[in-house]
């Protein structure tokens, strides 16, 4: 076997035999397939794509390319994960709140990936916070608080660790398969026993139509229950933000926010909904509407933030965070009001525009190389629905430097519609078992 050969096979749209696939995924973990022909395989796969075979193939050969972890808890191990959107910081949420209800939560999460944030990027802007622990830290976490959230370790899906930064640099990432195979090997690999994945579905999602997210979730819930994991999905919306803030360290305060109890909206929402099907999903919650009540009041009490300050303080983050987190998180020198530039209704964003304009602020990476800036990004996003005068704010830039908070001011209002009122979009549109 040889990477040209199994390339060649992409190119004119025959899928690999499963002996092919692991071998090519074993050669990304050990370096016997090269970055060029790594990108020209993410590129076959991305034009010509698998069958469901193929998919369930790739999956479980970037699963088996490093160490598969096995639990012995007393509780169910279980775990969510989104495909991607601007604004989507639930994970932040819900991995605490599930903990104070009495799950177990090893989390392995990903980096930025093309205009969408990554969980361990915005966890990276918390002073300290260590998301790469080796495999006895990452378990005494997990026992001790109930969740941590980290990076896959070196021997965890390393195929997959490999493939994940060529995607975002190449042009990629939007593809079904590679979707599936990247996201399922982590989560196989981590040896849960129940996962609950929020495929989004919108202008700030990878799947812009509600067909794509559709053939997404199938495809996902099919290959890991095949795979003896118990799953199941919620297409979620992405036509807005989900969060009122899109960068690190932003992201990061409006889950503080939301854990100390100061708001309410759709970030909290969408927690609650998602970390209820899951305690349901586990047996945790005999079904989703009590595990949603469940959820709810471990956020309204404390407990969750209480779970999230302590695992904060187990990865290396400071002591009191939970409780001054403003005192912790870095700010961008220069911060820009971006003025609505005429008056109506906020009728639609191009969502993944938004996306890139917080990438070009620093706030992610147009090269494998480009280091994060974790204070810029944009905060205080107007709604879909909401009346503006022009003039008025639709968002404030956080930036580095002046010349990139002009560019992002422009890029903002390119990206915000204004207009007649339209249609608002449920926030969860599908459940798909």
């Known amino acids: 076997m040889d990477a040209r050969a199994i390339n060649a096979k992409l190119r004119v749209g025959q899928v690999p ?45 970037m699963r088996d390319s490093g160490r598969v972890l096995d639990w012995d808890m007393d509780a169910p191990v279980i775990d969510k994960h989104s495909t991607g959107g601007v604004g989507d910081c639930a994970s932040l949420v819900l991995a605490p709140a599930l903990a104070a209800c009495g799950a177990y939560v090893p989390m392995i999460s990903g980096r930025g990936l093309g205009h969408t944030g990554g969980t361990l990027d915005k966890l990276e802007a918390i002073p300290g916070f260590q998301t790469g622990l080796d495999e006895a830290r990452f378990r005494a976490v997990v026992a001790e608080t109930g969740a941590a959230i980290v990076s896959a370790s070196a021997d965890i899906a390393p195929a997959d660790k490999r493939l994940y930064a060529i995607r975002d640099v190449t042009g990629t990432v939007e593809s079904l398969d590679l979707i599936t195979a990247s996201i399922l090997s982590k989560k196989l690999a981590a040896g849960l026993e129940c996962l609950l994945l929020d495929v989004k579905v919108g202008s700030g999602a990878f799947m812009k139509s509600i067909e794509d997210a559709r053939a997404l979730a199938h495809a996902l819930v099919g290959t890991a229950n095949a795979a003896g994991c118990k799953t199941s999905a919620l297409i979620t919306d992405m036509d807005q933000p989900l969060a009122p803030s899109l960068g690190n360290a932003l992201e990061i305060d409006a889950v503080l ?35 949603c009540t469940r959820i709810a009041a471990a956020i309204d009490d404390g407990r969750a933030a209480e779970r999230f300050g302590a695992m904060v303080y187990a990865q290396g983050g400071p002591l009191g965070f939970v409780e001054n987190w403003d005192r912790f998180l870095p700010e961008a020198p220069v911060i820009r009001e971006v003025p609505a530039p005429e008056t109506g209704i906020i009728n639609g964003f191009d969502g993944e525009a938004l996306g890139l304009a917080v990438v070009a602020l620093g706030g992610g990476r147009q090269v494998e190389s480009d280091v994060v800036d974790p204070a810029v990004g944009l905060s205080d996003m107007v709604p879909l629905g909401a009346k503006v005068t022009k003039g008025q704010p639709l968002a404030r830039v956080h930036a580095a430097r002046e010349g990139q908070a002009d560019r992002a001011v422009a890029a903002v209002q390119e990206a915000v519609r204004i207009g007649a009122a339209g249609p608002i979009p449920d926030l969860i549109r599908e459940r798909i078992a």
């Open 17 to 61: 035999d499963p002996d092919e696939l692991a071998w090519f995924a074993q050669g990304l973990a050990d370096g016997t397939v090269t970055a060029a022909q790594a990108g020209a395989f993410a590129m076959g796969v991305c034009i010509q794509g698998l069958d469901a075979a193929g998919r369930a193939a790739l999956t479980l050969a």
């Open 257 to 291: 926010r939301v854990l100390s109890g100061q708001v309410k909206g759709r970030l909290y929402d969408l927690s609650v909904a998602l970390a209820g099907e899951v305690l349901a999903l586990s047996g945790l919650a005999s079904d989703a509407a009590v595990g």
